[in-house]
């Protein structure tokens, strides 16, 4: 169905694609895999019209292909599923369907609309509701709604670009399903991943991207992790993370009951409980969406719980504001860096000082002492090797990873006794992401009790001396690594099980 | 007050909110498509003065309606290009164009004519009754015998509420607004949509603007529309951003003011200054009153940015 | 190639195009040059533009220009005419300057100034019993007082009830400045005036003089006065730093500790405080009474200086500068050259319009 020949493209100096090919039968499924920067996502633009190759030739259903645009791509049968959805969240899902498109006439007819789709859902097992707002519907859903609006566009070749980043185990089960079915009824599909798990189980073929090239084709039945993996990384992966194990101390950070109601009335936080022991990391695992960043705000102080009581070596801080918790030793290091934990427009000193700006030693009687910025900036940058131009270079100059060296700097540099960490690593290239865990480990063997959330199961199992899981504003009982069942975890992450706890054997 | 006196009212209360009546719905295209409509204030003016030069020179009021709706979307698309082509902050820019507006319309009123601002006085346009419909009891005299913008006004409510909710243009229109990039996806740009639906907006304002100039008083004076452009985006939000919700908030205004030029009449305690104050006191007063459950357009504000 | 020329990776390092390249990188590498260039670059394109018009209008641009420039410069009467103009301008505009730091759209300054006026004449008025100094230092308290009240009320309105800064504080000029015709008609007004104003102010009342024998009064050291606390406010103290990180973001704000509504009232109050201080000074300074209209078009003047600034408070001097000698020189350039003083809006928009756009570019270039 489809022949991509010798695709070249370079951005300026970067040769993102350099003369790859790549097959797709129809009624295949293959498997587009690759680190970051491998060149995936290049080739898909390149494909679907968003950008122009340099060099290479398509060929769609035995025609020469070259699209210009998205709007001749999906004309000429490509449908695309992006990683981030672009969907009309104000809008009804047949009002999605609707945009743009060309069948749907100048005057709308909405009811016909609505049938062609709840018949596709029929057929494809999709389940969708024409008339629900997709702003209300759960992300799984709204990935449905997107392929919804490519079938119905008559796409015969399906890109899905990172599909499972945000479904927990069984939706990724139902995508699969859906994904066979497709597979069915002739079209071809493109699954782009770098989860090796998922392309094995779900691809009929698989192609690896490094650098920009082929490095590996072949068919998924019969291949190993181990081969895919050296094929994308050119070196077998999972450094495993020196951890000693220790025995925790007494419990520092009590939470009972804790709740949580946002202003439109909807229930975020439901009966929260658990205890936080000195030198433990407690890993949270969850999908986005289900109540993580809402205990973490909720706990560090900057949102006020609505039933509960936390309380932090026998002081109850459940009514103190987010400085307060700070002095009495609690910090936080929320998942934005854009728009939350920096400001980018401030100097690298005025943010190491963002959460104490307005305490001594850094301001007296309302007026600023710049000397003891300086000398905070000083410390810190050496203590935690930040590079930046100064301490007075503005923290958007500075890259990725320095930028959350500040944070870390911040928060770690202070010597909390309990840290509340959301996804500290999102973002950040190998390295620096090596660099937090390593100072969470220090805090953690110098006995700093840990709240460590995250989406990301792989960095929980690691990470997480005990493990829990979130789903929809509630946490099962937290039980030992050891003793967690990883498939358990999964379907709890689904809310397919209704068990308190993570464990192999029932509470 | 007798009957008549109220059916009185109620004919001026419609009169007198159509040329809000056509800013709100320049601004409620404008806004549906992403963007304030801070600037109709001075799209309004600019057709005011444009439908006002254009009669004083050539005579025909037709004419006189084209031009203010061209003047309108003159300043239309300096705000257009402005905040969606150069990302200009869409508040502060709106303000802008009202100075500009402002020192414009007074500069050409002199500036064209020698140094020295003419004597405008034109006639204004008169009703136009509709056949049998006008001879209906009262609603024949509200509705039916008002001059021809005013049809043309409740006309164009209707017809962008069936163009916003049922036609296609309309849906991409609000998902520019509500969704720039759930358009940009299925291939429309929404820079585009968003110039387009500024400068008709600042047409239909500059509509309103000519009611005002040729319509109400027959002339033009600097500043004339005194600041009828923000009561529109008043009637916007009390309207929740619906066309029949913002024809339901200029009436609103329109009766405010219609009861103020009857009260100098009534010989009533307060001060005319009090009374002039009172479609801005009572604007304020309802959309404190709506407060914060006034669900404006999900990307307005934010210029669009292709990743 | 000797190795100086390699290491600026131009086998012709003083050829024009890399000098060229070199001098760009240099301008653009520091935020405040930059913004100053981007400024003289909009007001330079909004004069060429204004001086189409003024062809159009059938004038010589340039003699209509010079007319603007000696209408200003020409003695120091004028000078000192065209310090006075601006004067208003610079104070309400570090207070705007200061919102808009904060990302708070105040564009109140009209009817606060208003206000500030009118509690200012009621104090010049009425307060006769007391020595000149105290007399005047009152006036002047009133009138910053009432202005500040009268943005406090905008910003409460904003804050309870969630409607949008802009909207309250636009329509409260309105009735600020009804108020003040409401006032002379009433039993602050001139029995008799062919015109609604106050009586004329004692000259126990009136603003002293900075140098005898010109008009010049001692506001412009307030003004001076203002621009450099601004400065030092929003640098300086903790209260400056709160505003910068709100004006970042609130999400920040929030992490930080700050409790954004109680600054934003904060910064609004004292935005009024000088809008109506600005007011009173051109009552006790200028007017010497209460007139009606006296305050038309200075909101938005302080709104475009505070662009013009881009929002630097010290920046604000040579902006609020630019304004005040501009408008005090139109009135000769319509004397002389006969081209309308109207033109001075123009100007402003067009100004603020390029800044705008230019202030939008810059932001792309900067994106995190």
Redesign the interface.
């Known amino acids: 169905m489809l022949e991509m020949r010798g695709i070249c493209k370079s951005y300026g100096s970067v040769r993102a694609n350099r003369g790859i090919d790549l097959d797709v039968p129809a009624g295949r499924i293959v498997g587009l895999l690759g680190e970051n920067g491998s060149g995936k996502s290049t080739l898909m633009k390149v494909l679907f019209g968003i950008v122009a190759a340099d060099a290479g030739t398509i060929v769609f259903n035995g025609k020469a292909f070259a699209a210009h645009s998205p709007r001749a791509a999906i004309a000429a049968g490509l449908g695309m599923i992006h990683q981030h959805f672009t969907l009309v969240d104000a809008m009804t899902v047949t009002e999605n369907v609707m945009l743009g498109w060309d069948h749907a006439g100048y005057w709308l007819r909405p009811r016909e609309i609505a049938g062609l789709i709840e018949t596709t859902s029929r057929t494809y097992g999709l389940e969708i509701e024409p008339g629900s707002i997709v702003g209300d519907l759960p992300h799984g859903q709204r990935q449905r709604v997107e392929i919804v609006k490519a079938i119905l566009r008559g796409a015969e070749l399906l890109i899905l670009d990172e599909p499972t980043s945000n479904l927990s185990p069984p939706e990724i089960r139902g995508l699969f399903n859906v994904m066979r079915r497709l597979r069915e009824q002739g079209r071809g599909i493109i699954f782009i991943s770098h989860k090796l798990d998922e392309v094995l189980e779900i691809c009929d073929d698989i192609v690896v991207l490094r650098d920009g090239e082929v490095t590996g084709r072949r068919a998924a039945s019969g291949a190993t992790k181990s081969d895919l993996a050296r094929m994308m990384v050119g070196r077998d992966v999972t450094a495993a993370i020196d951890k000693a194990e220790r025995t925790p101390g007494g419990a520092i950070l009590n939470v009972v009951k804790l709740s949580h109601r946002d202003e439109k009335g909807m229930d975020r936080l439901h009966e929260i409980s658990f205890s936080l022991r000195a030198g433990e990391i407690l890993a949270v695992a969850g999908v986005d969406g289900n109540g993580q960043s809402d205990l973490a705000d909720v706990l560090a102080g900057l949102r006020v719980a609505t039933d509960g009581g936390v309380d932090l070596n026998g002081l109850d801080i459940t009514h103190v504001s987010a400085a307060e918790r700070l002095a009495a030793g609690l910090s936080y290091i929320p998942v934005d860096r854009a728009t939350t934990s920096l400001v980018p427009a401030m100097s690298v000193a005025d943010n190491l000082a963002l959460r104490e700006f307005d305490r001594a030693p850094f301001s007296r009687r309302g007026w600023l002492h710049r000397d003891a910025f300086q000398a905070r900036a000083a410390q810190r940058i050496g203590e935690f090797g930040i590079r930046a131009a100064g301490p007075d270079a503005p923290a958007r100059t500075l890259s990725g990873g320095n930028q959350q060296k500040i944070v870390v700097a911040r928060e770690i540099g202070r010597r909390p006794k309990v840290l509340i960490a959301f996804q500290p690593t999102w973002g950040l290239d190998p390295g620096a992401t090596r660099f937090v865990i390593d100072q969470l480990m220090a805090l953690r063997d110098a006995g700093g009790a840990i709240l460590y959330l995250s989406s990301s199961l792989d960095e929980v199992l690691v990470l997480g001396d005990r493990i829990a899981v979130m789903y929809r504003g509630r946490l099962s009982r937290p039980v030992p690594r050891a003793a967690a069942d990883t498939t358990e975890i999964g379907l709890m992450m689904a809310g397919t099980r209704t068990k308190s706890d993570v464990g192999g054997q029932s509470a | 007050m007798d009957s008549s006196c109220l059916i009185e009212i109620t004919a001026a209360t419609v009169r007198i909110g159509t040329p809000l009546l056509f800013a709100a719905l320049g601004g409620l295209i404008s806004e549906r498509a992403g963007t304030f409509a801070v600037g109709i204030e001075g799209m309004m003016l600019a057709g005011a003065f444009g439908g006002a030069i254009a009669v004083l020179t050539t005579g025909s009021p037709s004419l006189g309606i084209l031009i203010a709706a061209a003047s309108g979307a003159l300043v239309g698309a300096i705000v257009a290009i402005a905040t969606a082509r150069f990302r200009a902050d869409q508040m502060v820019t709106g303000l802008a164009v009202n100075i500009l507006a402002l020192g414009l319309t007074s500069f050409l009123l002199r500036g064209l004519f020698g140094g020295r601002a003419p004597v405008i006085r034109l006639p204004t346009l008169g009703a136009w009754p509709i056949p049998y419909l006008s001879d209906i009891p009262v609603v024949g005299t509200i509705l039916f015998r008002q001059p021809a913008l005013v049809y043309i006004a409740l006309l164009l409510t209707a017809a962008m509420t069936v163009f916003l909710a049922k036609m296609r243009t309309g849906l991409m229109l609000r998902a520019v607004g509500d969704g720039p990039e759930a358009a940009f996806a299925v291939g429309t740009d929404p820079v585009m949509v968003r110039i387009a639906a500024i400068v008709v907006g600042g047409a239909l304002a500059g509509l309103g603007g000519a009611v005002l100039s040729l319509q109400e008083v027959g002339t033009f004076t600097d500043g004339m529309t005194n600041g009828r452009g923000f009561i529109a985006l008043a009637a916007i939000i009390v309207g929740r951003w619906t066309p029949f919700g913002a024809l339901f908030g200029c009436l609103l205004f329109g009766a405010v003011a219609a009861l103020e030029l009857r009260a100098y009449g009534w010989g009533l305690p307060v001060s005319s200054y009090v009374i002039q104050m009172l479609p801005y006191i009572v604007a304020l007063a309802l959309l404190a009153g709506i407060g914060r459950s006034a669900r404006m357009p999900a990307a307005i504000g934010a210029a669009f940015t292709r990743h | 190639m000797t190795t100086a020329e390699r290491n600026t990776g131009d086998s012709k390092s003083g050829s024009p195009a890399a000098m060229l390249d070199h001098t760009v990188r240099l301008l653009t590498a520091s935020d405040g040059l930059r913004t100053f260039l981007l400024a003289c670059a909009a007001i330079g394109l909004a004069l060429a533009v204004t001086g189409l018009?003024?062809l159009?209008?059938?004038?010589n641009p340039i003699a209509a220009y010079w007319a603007l420039i000696k209408g200003v410069t020409g003695t120091t009467g004028r000078f000192a005419f065209a310090l006075n103009k601006s004067t208003p301008y610079i104070l309400a505009g570090v207070g705007v300057a200061l919102c808009f730091r904060a990302k708070v759209?105040n564009?109140g300054a009209e009817g606060q100034i208003a206000v500030g006026a009118i509690a200012a004449t009621w104090i010049a008025l009425n307060m006769l019993a007391l020595p000149p100094v105290l007399q005047v230092t009152l006036a002047l308290a009133a009138g910053a007082t009432g202005g500040a009240a009268w943005s406090a009320l905008a910003a409460i309105?904003r804050l309870?009830?969630?409607?949008h800064e802009?909207?309250?504080t636009?329509?409260?000029n309105?009735?600020g400045v009804?108020?003040v015709?409401?006032a002379l008609?009433?039993r602050m007004g001139e029995a008799g005036a062919g015109f609604p104003q106050s009586p004329l102010l004692e000259r126990s009342a009136w603003l002293p003089n900075l140098l005898p024998d010109t008009d010049l009064h001692i506001g412009i050291v307030f003004a001076i006065l203002a621009v450099i606390g601004g400065y030092i406010l929003l640098?300086?103290?903790?209260?400056?730093?709160?505003l910068?990180?709100m004006g970042?973001?609130p999400?920040?704000a929030?992490?930080?500790?700050i409790a954004a509504p109680r600054c934003m009232l904060g910064v609004m109050t004292l935005a009024g405080a000088l809008a109506g201080f600005a007011g009173s000074i051109e009552v006790l300074g200028v007017h010497y009474r209460l007139i009606e209209g006296f305050s038309a078009?200075f909101g938005?003047n302080a709104?475009?200086v505070a662009?013009i600034a881009s929002i630097n408070p010290i920046a604000v001097f040579p902006a609020g500068l630019f304004f005040g000698f501009l408008e005090a020189g139109a009135l000769a350039m319509q004397r002389e050259v006969?081209?309308?003083s109207?033109?001075?809006?123009?100007?402003?928009?067009?100004t603020?319009?390029f800044v705008?756009?230019a202030?939008?570019?810059g932001?792309?270039a900067?994106r995190?």
């Open positions: 018009l003024i159009v209008a059938g004038k759209i564009i309105i309870k009830r969630g409607v802009v909207l309250c636009l329509l409260l309105f009735v009804l108020l015709s409401e008609h009433g640098w300086r103290t903790t209260f400056g730093f709160r910068r990180v970042a973001s999400k920040a929030n992490y930080a500790g078009g938005f709104v475009a662009l006969g081209v309308p109207s033109l001075v809006f123009v100007i402003q928009g067009l603020m319009v705008l756009c202030i939008g570019i932001a792309r900067q995190v």
